[in-house]
């Protein structure tokens, strides 16, 4: 999603019609100087909903050559960028996570076992997290400009990065792997790998304050979320791969009402396992 578009790898498509929108974000060229493929990873969106972080990573023919990337901050609103592009090495999709702060001025990357803030207009490093991750699942970036997050494994760092206060680790005692903030930035919402609920933070105490489930309590495993402007709903999907012989999932796409917190209010079932979710503006 980017405003009222949707982007694929190639085309955008108007979010109400699903018409093709002739005036298209301008992609980078599928191939670069040398012959090699650039194939688009992953997008998304900055909490105020004005910045898009584009990430593409380069598909080397020999693989003993370290896989690198190019790192993009658009504008959603026609697509231009912003800053320079940020290019880095050894790169791992797998073990990765970017987002982009409301403003567009700072990028956070992790990867491996590093997380690092880059300026946007410069592509320089801000800072380094000084604590080495043994693997990059989900990152995020407060809207109120207070907290970056990094699930690692088991664990969740936070930091107060403008202000390097020392990091604090919580061991969530799972895999999560998708962060997303209300607007406010007071409660963070938490997409597990394969357990039964979305768990709900409050960021003034770090303390879990609610859990989400389907109707069913389905095994639930959600790569992407996201909360409208008003902190009012939270749509999920679930990409769990289950024997359906043994268990059976109703729908793949949940929306809570986190005021009530109880059984989704809104649920779609599809054939198929679901990727990425968004609310439109």
Known sequence: ???????????????????????????????????????????????????????????????????????????????????????????????????????????????????????????????????????????????????????DQNDLHFWRWRDQTPVKTIVAGRKIDSLVFTADGQYLAEGPDTREDIQIRDMRTLEIIASLKDEVGSPLMVSSMDITPDGRYLVAHNEASVDQTKLMIPHRIHVWDLKERRKPVFQIATGERVRKVAFGD
């Open 1 to 151: 999603m980017a405003g009222k578009r949707v982007l694929s790898a190639d085309k955008d498509f108007d979010v109400q019609t699903g018409a093709e929108i002739q005036n298209a974000f301008a992609r980078r060229p599928r191939k670069n100087a040398q012959d090699i493929t650039l194939d688009p990873v992953f997008r998304r969106q900055s909490s105020d909903r004005e910045f898009l972080v584009d990430v593409c990573s380069y598909a080397m023919r020999n693989k003993s050559v370290p896989q690198s990337s190019d790192i993009r901050v658009l504008r959603a609103s026609d697509g231009t960028q912003v800053g320079v592009t940020i290019q880095t090495n050894h790169f791992d999709g797998n073990t990765c996570d970017v987002d982009v702060e409301n403003g567009g001025d700072f990028l956070l990357l992790g990867m491996g076992n590093e997380v690092h803030v880059y300026r946007v207009e410069t592509g320089s490093i801000e800072t380094t997290m000084p604590v080495k991750t043994k693997r990059v699942d989900a990152v995020a970036m407060s809207p109120d400009r207070e907290w970056l997050v990094v699930s």
